[in-house]
C-alpha cells in the first residue's frame, strides 16, 4: 500500500512538473519564433519603403552584403530591376520563379519553403517592390532553440523526479508509520485471541457433549466462535501477506492445478444448493507464485458465487492463457447486477455490498483476493452486466 502510494504521490507530481515545463518550454519557443518573424518583416517592409536601388552612375560598396534583395515588377509581371548586396542575381529564371511564387500568393507576406525565402510585396500605382530575405538563419536559431529546450526538459524532468521520489518519501512517513503500527496491532490481536479462543471452542464442545448446558445456547457458543476464529484466521492472512509486501515469489506454481483443486472442493456445494458449475480450466498454466496461495483465490471467488448467486443460478470458472506472459481467471455467476459505486469498493477491506446483507461474512474475502493476485503481479478487477457478475 505504501509503495502505491509513493508511486502515485510520483506520478502526480511529475505529471503536474512535466505539464508546466511543456507549457513553459512551448511559450519560450512561441514568443522567441514571434519575435523573429517580427523582426524579419518590420525589415523586409522598411526595405519596401526605401528600397536600397543602385542610383546611376553611383558605385556601390563592394563590402555591403544585405540578406535580402529586393525586385521591381511592372504592372505586367515582368522584372524591371533587381539588386541584392547578398545574392547572386544573375539566374533569371530561379528569380523569375521566386517573383512568380510572390505575386501569385494572395496575401503581402508569406514564404517560399522551396528557397527558404520570406517576401514583403509593396504595391503602387505601375509597379510592384518584393523584398525577399533569407530565413535560413531564423530556422537554425528556432532549430537550436528547440534542441536546448528539449535538452533543458529532459535535464529539468530527472531533477524533479528525483526531487519528487525522494520528498515522497518525507511526506508519506507518517502514514507508513501509522499503516505499521496498525499493521503490527492487527496480528497481535488476532495472535492473542486465537488461543482463549481454542479453548472457549473447547469448554463449549465439552459442555455440549457432557449435557452441561442446554444444546441451543452450546451450539450457540460454538457457531460464534467459529465465526469469531474465521474472522480471526482471516485477519491473520492478511496480516502475514502484508508483512511480506507486495513482492513476487521466486517459483512457478501449476495455477491450473490449483483452480481445479478449488473447483473440485466447492463442487459439492454447488451440487446441494442446486447450482450448476461449469469449468474450463486450460491446462499446463504456471504463474510465478504460491501455489497454496493460489487455490485460496480460486477458493474465495467461487465461495463468493456460490454465496451470492440466484438460487438454481449458473457459475462458471475458466482459465486460459493470453499471449505468453499472461493468463485470465474468470469466476462468473448469474445474480443481481452490481452498480458501478458498489463495483469501485468491493476490494476494500469490511465492505459488504448492500446486496449481501443477511449472507455470512466479514468482507476480507476479496481484500485477501486481490493482496495474493498482486503478489504474483497481477490485476483483479470485477464487472457486472447481462444478469452476470464477474471475477
Known amino acids: 500500500m505504501i509503495k502505491r502510494l509513493r508511486a502515485k504521490f510520483v506520478a502526480i507530481n511529475m505529471a503536474i512538473v512535466t505539464l508546466l515545463l511543456c507549457v513553459i518550454l512551448a511559450l519560450v519557443y512561441y514568443f522567441t519564433s514571434a519575435n523573429l518573424e517580427n523582426d524579419s518583416i518590420n525589415m523586409l517592409r522598411s526595405a519596401a519603403l526605401n528600397p536600397p536601388l543602385p542610383v546611376p552612375g553611383e558605385v556601390m560598396d563592394a563590402d555591403v552584403n544585405i540578406p535580402f534583395f529586393t525586385v521591381q515588377v511592372g504592372p505586367g509581371g515582368e522584372i524591371i530591376d533587381a539588386f541584392g548586396g547578398y545574392y547572386d542575381l544573375t539566374d533569371s529564371t530561379a528569380l523569375s520563379t521566386i517573383v512568380r511564387n510572390a505575386l501569385r500568393s494572395p496575401g503581402a507576406i508569406g514564404v517560399i519553403d522551396e528557397y527558404g525565402l520570406r517576401y514583403y510585396r509593396s504595391d503602387s500605382p505601375g509597379r510592384t517592390v518584393l523584398v525577399f530575405a533569407d530565413i535560413s538563419s531564423e530556422r537554425a536559431t528556432l532549430s537550436g ?133 461449469s469449468v474450463d480450466i486450460e491446462p499446463g498454466i504456471k504463474v510465478r507464485g504460491d501455489a497454496g496461495q493460489l487455490t485460496e483465490l480460486v477458493e474465495i471467488l467461487l465461495d463468493n458465487a456460490v454465496k451470492y448467486s440466484d438460487n438454481g443460478g449458473a457459475i462458471a470458472i475458466s482459465l486460459s492463457s493470453q499471449g505468453r506472459r499472461k493468463c485470465l481467471l474468470t469466476v462468473a455467476d448469474e445474480g443481481p447486477e452490481l452498480p458501478p459505486e458498489v463495483i469501485e469498493r468491493l476490494f476494500t477491506r469490511f465492505y459488504r455490498a448492500p446486496q449481501t446483507k443477511g449472507k455470512p461474512g466479514f468482507g476480507l474475502g476479496l481484500s485477501i483476493a486481490e493482496n495474493i493476485v498482486r503478489r504474483c503481479r497481477g490485476r483483479i478487477w470485477a464487472a457486472s452486466g447481462g444478469g452476470m457478475n464477474s471475477f
Open 145 to 277: 532553440l528547440l534542441r536546448t529546450c528539449v535538452i533543458i526538459g529532459v535535464i529539468g524532468f530527472a531533477a524533479f523526479f528525483g526531487i519528487s521520489v525522494a520528498f515522497s518519501r518525507w511526506a508519506v512517513r507518517p502514514v507508513e508509520r501509522a499503516w505499521d503500527e496498525q499493521r503490527k496491532f492487527v496480528a497481535a490481536a488476532s495472535h492473542e485471541l486465537k488461543t482463549p479462543l481454542t479453548v472457549i471452542m473447547t469448554n463449549a464442545e465439552l459442555m455440549r457433549g457432557q449435557g452441561a448446558a442446554p444444546p441451543k445456547q452450546a451450539e450457540s457458543i460454538l457457531s460464534m466462535s467459529q465465526r469469531m476464529k474465521k474472522l480471526i484466521e482471516q485477519l491473520l492472512t492478511l496480516a502475514r501477506a502484508e508483512n511480506e509486501g507486495d513482492s513476487a515469489a521466486a517459483a512457478a506454481a501449476d495455477f491450473s492445478r490449483a483452480a481445479e483443486s478449488a473447483a473440485l472442493s466447492l463442487e459439492p456445494v454447488c451440487y446441494e444448493q442446486g447450482k450448476v458449475l
